[in-house]
């Protein structure tokens, strides 16, 4: 479905961020990207829909090489690639429902999304994606009115909105408390499998992606240095990975910071305006 062939970049800066990654993805197959920061893994994801473009390399989605493509074939194939964001990317006057259909924006002429006439068969397809990610009492209300955890749901729906073959995830939990990022990644998972789609998640927090990944890769300094399932992430492959540390401790630590961050959200949001 998705064959990464030797793909790296590098910057002007003489900075590489990626180096020789070769990877491929089925079809249904969600796989979680790990790494500490700066390993490439946000770079990875942006490399494969070009928002960042690669050095050398090709992004093979199905027969097509997404690297090699002109500006305008560039724009339908990214038809077929969702993109979920970390900071939701929504357009926080416009109501969710609009927002859910700015996933068809790459389907219809420019006169329909400007007057915001989108043709009854997306506006129905939008009513039930709505339905499917627990917003339907939500569709008429304003992107800012919602919650962190309702803005990533809304962006669930819009990336479905496009039908698309293949979902890109960047950090969809990390402004996210520990039961909505559950809830989030349960969401996701359940999707996917509903659709046989198939997913790259880039994701920090590496208890969650063990508990919801069917297959982790480990970045480090841009290459891959771990490939398999959540099972064989063992203490050896996390040093691998992130480098020397008390990893039981650690897991617990990030426990109760993760506890201790959801607490203070939620004295904030008690305190009147």
């Known amino acids: 479905m998705l064959r990464l062939i030797g793909l790296s970049k590098t910057y002007k800066t003489g900075d590489t961020a990626l180096s020789d990654v070769s990877i491929d993805v089925a079809r249904g197959q ?7 920061s700066g390993a490439g893994e946000s ?10 473009e690669p050095s050398a390399g ?32 929504l357009v ?45 009492q939500h569709a008429d209300k304003r992107a800012d009115a919602l919650s962190g955890g309702q803005r990533q749901r809304v962006g669930i729906a819009r990336a479905l909105a496009q039908e698309p073959e293949l979902l890109l995830v960047d950090e969809p939990t990390a402004s996210l408390d520990p039961k909505t990022s559950r809830q989030i990644m349960r969401l996701l998972t359940e ?12 994701i920090h927090d590496v208890p969650l992606a063990q508990q919801f990944m069917q297959r982790i890769i480990g970045l480090r300094a841009g290459r891959v240095v771990f490939d398999g ?6 203490e050896t492959a996390l040093t691998t990975i992130y480098g020397a540390e008390d990893w039981n401790a650690m897991r617990q630590g990030d426990e109760e910071q993760a506890e201790a961050q959801a607490d203070a959200k939620r004295r904030l949001e008690q305190v009147p305006a």
Do not use: K
């Open 229 to 234: 399932p959540p099972a064989e992430l063992t």
């Open 30 to 36: 969600l796989v979680g990207l790990i790494g500490p």
């Open 191 to 202: 999707i996917c499998e509903e659709r046989n789609l198939p997913a790259i998640v880039n």
């Open 92 to 136: 926080e006057r416009l109501t969710v429902m609009e927002n859910v259909l700015s996933g068809r924006l790459g389907y219809v002429p420019f006169w329909r999304s400007w007057l915001r006439r989108y043709p009854p068969a997306d506006i129905r397809r939008a009513y039930e994606l709505l339905d499917r990610v627990g917003l339907m």
């Open 43 to 52: 770079t990875l994801i942006r490399c494969i829909n070009r928002l960042v």
């Open 58 to 89: 090709q992004v093979m989605l199905g027969d097509t090489d997404l690297a090699q493509l002109g500006t305008a074939d560039l724009r339908r194939q990214r038809r077929r690639i969702g993109m979920i964001f970390q900071e939701y990317a």
